[in-house]
């Protein structure tokens, strides 16, 4: 259903320290940089047929966050969404909600993790057991 998932940054280069950390844990490379024709800078995540971009605003305004908007990454196994979670913290993400762990509820088990990144972008790590 989706091509791509684009947040804005207003430090691209924490923005990518802080991403090649943390999609790293999912198994993303670096990413490719794009100097777009207006001077603002992109970074493009490819990994499993999918693709993150970080980019400056290109209508130079200030990089905000999606209140009540939560972009959540599918991972392998409970162990990787405690990775993703703790190395986002260790790279100046903020934990939100509940500790990583089990929630039960409507849609069945899964494992989650959240945290915000520097800009403040909610992001949700899950494992769904099979």
């Known amino acids: 259903m989706f091509n791509h998932i684009m947040v804005g940054s207003n430090d691209i280069e ?3 320290r802080f991403y090649d950390a943390v999609l790293g844990t999912l198994g993303a490379g670096e990413p490719f940089l794009n100097k777009a024709g207006t001077g603002h800078t992109r970074l493009f995540y490819r990994h499993d047929g999918g693709v993150f971009c970080v980019t400056e605003p290109i209508n130079g305004e200030d990089a905000t966050s999606a209140n009540g908007g939560t972009i959540g990454f599918k991972c392998n196994s409970p162990e990787q969404v405690k990775q993703f979670h ?7 993400g903020k934990s939100v909600e509940d500790p990583p762990g089990l929630r039960e509820g409507n849609m069945g088990s ?9 800009d403040g972008h909610k992001l949700c790590a899950i494992y769904r057991p099979k």
Do not use: Q
């Not at 703790?86 to 100046?92: F, I, L, Q």
């Not at 899964?110 to 520097?118: F, N, S």
């Open 14 to 16: 924490r923005s990518k």
């Open 110 to 118: 899964m494992y989650l993790a959240y945290v915000r990144d520097p």
């Open 86 to 92: 703790d190395t986002a913290v260790a790279h100046g």
